[in-house]
């Protein structure tokens, strides 16, 4: 239950993202390069990222952490 509301959440800012950024850009307010889109979509990948595999990358290191610990 608690994935589907972050989902929703997500879209909701998703959809609210890309009204703002046509408005900025048809305002001329901000103009964007190749530096800034990249820039974006790396933050984005980010908080992608943390929020939808934040629990396994957690898990993932935790195990390994517990082997190397064991082999020491």
Not at 26 to 32: C, E, M, P, Q, R
Not at 51 to 60: A, D, E, H, I, Y
């Amino acid at each position: 239950m608690r994935l589907s509301s972050m989902n929703m959440q997500a879209r909701k800012m998703l959809f609210a993202a890309i009204p703002s950024i046509c408005a900025l850009s048809s305002k001329k307010i901000s103009i964007y390069n190749e530096e800034i889109i990249v820039a974006c979509c790396f933050i984005g990948f980010i908080i992608f990222s943390r929020k939808s595999l934040g629990n396994t990358f957690k898990v993932t290191l935790d195990r390994r952490i517990q082997a190397i610990q064991e082999e020491s």
